[in-house]
């Protein structure tokens, strides 16, 4: 039973500590609560990974520390806080700021990023009530306090999901990725240059171009008008599945995603010419794009209603999902991760359109490919590199099958083994989550955890403060031997694709294990007197403009990060919408601006460049 009832903040944070135990506690490694930690780790994993304005609450409050002389003079002109935030289409200065960054490096991969995006809001989609909400968008309450730790407690909870409130940050970016019908954006930066120095992108970002910055200008950004099938279709699935999640909290930016989504599909139905890789050879070209486009259809089916996605899905002479009838095409043989999406699109054909054939292609793949021999713990067609991505994928993948076929009384012991060798119930009490537990990987291979920029990986410390970072490193199914080194990429590394597919798992186990309620969702919405307000544009350079069915005076707010005034002015609702408000003398960064009348008050964040 969904209760949804109007509370307080304070009540709001504290119903969230109230679990139901559907288990016996005897079943599991870790206490209840555990689970919830682990999640709202790796979910906020992704607001460190923020380009742009964000606020990225890793980097938050940084300014260039350690810097090498010989780069003292780019260090001046580096943004407290910010990263990245020139990005932009060389050809017309169109604005590319926003999403996240790919893994302890600073480019925006779009192999990785629209998959993980889709397979966040997969899992939220599928497991709601495994998702708290603990923090806002803006991560104020660990800002202003300064404890970015689970035991603080110093989160403020906005009435949203923390997962939707972290892949809104992407599905903002990917709107302006899918630009038109005929431009889609699908990588800014370059891996080769963006290796070459060892520090934050607080100060990466000042640096030369030639060295990963934006001292000249905008990063290297890359267009196409055809091809690139794949990221296309799961960047408009990302979008749709928006649409839909979003809905209750903001109408008018689910419209806009669901447009967006349209355009994928316009843009794949006239270009059908395959996928592309990433220049420099950091992720290559999918082999096929068929289930991704399927996704595709089955998520703007579920936005829209219109069973005609659906049909053109599944005709197998015509249809996107033809690979699910050949004898060699429908088995990747390997395991769920951005190059292999077929779990996918098997699910929502099964569940959401009862495909038998997709049922049991599912079925095959958790009886069959992920199940081991021996034991719990799931490791079908891991590798050397990121090997605990893909039991981490493959516990997801349990939970969506369980989902499936109506099995959610209790945790898979398959699903539930993976993830918790992962938080450390294996033979070393290790846990590959860095901040979790007592013991877990220190070092990982992750630069904007140290907040230094000496150029120098030897030195570097995570000070206690953000040691909670919730990042997946690649890890090892030896965990004695695991080496905990700084310069081992394969195992101490990680991506927002390894925490994509974990994430996805805990979702799946605390939906179970320790369910949430959440707060109406009419607490989430800025509103004066229940009317929504809309500020746009939002980053701005000049002026802000505000939009309600309020009418008379009101008084105007603006304070900067630090709770300064900065602006006031008495002003009417009319003359917000029409004439605005002048923002062009403030310093860049981040404001709180707030509106009071006689029916109340509304609060709304901007950012100005």
């Not at 039973?1 to 016996?24: C, F, H």
């Not at 089955?298 to 197998?316: C, H, I, K, N, Q």
């Not at 369910?515 to 919405?525: C, F, G, N, Y």
């Amino acid at each position: 039973m969904n209760k949804r009832i109007l509370v307080s903040t304070a009540i709001i944070a504290a119903s969230l500590y109230t679990i139901e135990v559907a288990q016996a506690q005897d079943d599991f490694a870790f206490t209840t609560d555990q689970y919830q930690k682990a999640l709202w780790m790796t979910t906020r994993f992704y607001g460190a990974q923020r380009s742009g304005y964000g606020p990225n609450w890793l980097t938050a409050t940084h300014e260039p520390t350690n810097v090498p002389a010989e780069w003292l003079d780019y260090a001046a002109n580096a943004v407290k806080g910010v990263s990245y935030i020139k990005d932009a289409d060389p050809q017309d200065g169109y604005d590319l700021t926003g999403g996240w960054f790919d893994c302890a490096d600073y480019v925006k991969f779009g192999q990785t990023e629209f998959y993980s995006a889709y397979v966040l809001l997969l899992g939220y989609s599928e497991f709601p009530k495994g998702y708290g909400d603990y923090y806002s968008a803006d991560y104020n309450g660990y800002i202003g306090s300064n404890d970015y730790s689970w035991e603080g407690k110093a989160g403020v909870p906005n009435g949203i999901p923390d997962i939707l409130d972290e892949v809104k940050y992407a599905t903002d970016y990917f709107m302006k990725c899918m630009r038109a019908v005929d431009t889609f954006y699908y990588q800014v930066g370059e891996g080769g240059i963006d290796h070459k120095v060892w520090c934050t992108s607080v100060f990466k970002s000042a640096l030369p171009k030639a060295l990963g910055g934006e001292a000249e200008g905008s990063r290297t950004v890359y267009r196409i008008s055809a091809r690139g099938t794949s990221m296309v279709a799961l960047c408009g699935a990302s979008l749709a599945a928006m649409s839909r999640l979003y809905r209750p909290y903001d109408a008018a930016y689910a419209d806009l995603c669901q447009k967006k989504a349209k355009v994928a599909y316009d843009y794949i139905m006239e270009n059908l010419e395959g996928n592309i890789g990433a220049p420099g050879g950091f992720y290559g070209a999918k082999g096929r794009y068929e289930p991704d486009c399927t996704i595709l259809l089955m998520e703007l089916f579920r936005a829209t209603g219109d069973s005609s996605y659906v049909e053109l899905a599944l005709d197998p002479d015509e249809g996107f999902a033809s690979f699910m009838y050949g004898d060699k095409t429908w088995n990747h043989g390997f395991s769920l991760c951005y190059g292999n999406t077929e779990d996918l699109a098997y699910y929502l054909m099964g569940n959401y359109a009862g495909v038998t054939l997709a049922q049991e292609r599912l079925k095959s793949y958790v009886f069959d490919l992920y199940r081991p021999a021996s034991g719990y713990i799931l490791n079908k067609k891991y590798d050397k590199w990121g090997m605990l991505r893909y039991p981490a994928n493959q516990a997801f993948v349990y939970g969506l099958y369980n989902k499936m076929v109506g099995n959610l009384e209790k945790v898979d012991p398959y699903s539930l083994a993976s993830v918790e060798y992962i938080m450390g119930n294996n033979s070393a009490n290790f846990s590959f989550i860095t901040g979790f537990g007592d013991k877990y990987a220190r070092y990982p291979h992750y630069r904007n955890v140290y907040l230094d920029d000496s150029n120098n990986m030897s030195e570097c410390e995570i000070d206690d403060n953000h040691r909670q970072l919730g990042y997946l490193v690649g890890g090892s199914f030896n965990p004695d031997e695991y080496p905990d080194n700084i310069n081992n990429y394969q195992t101490g590394e990680g991506g927002i694709d390894y925490n994509a597919g974990l994430v996805g798992a805990l979702g799946y186990i605390n939906s179970i294990v320790c369910p949430v309620e959440l707060a109406d969702t009419s607490s989430a919405v800025s509103k004066v007197d229940g009317v929504q307000t809309y500020l746009y544009p939002n980053p701005t350079t000049d002026y802000i403009f505000l939009s309600s069915a309020e009418n008379g005076s009101v008084r105007v707010t603006v304070s900067n990060a630090e709770g300064q005034l900065v602006k006031q002015a008495d002003a009417t609702w009319q003359s917000l919408k029409d004439n605005g408000i002048n923002v062009s003398d403030l310093v860049r960064g981040t404001y709180v601006l707030n509106v009071a009348s006689a029916a109340g008050s509304t609060t709304k964040l901007f950012v100005k460049r």
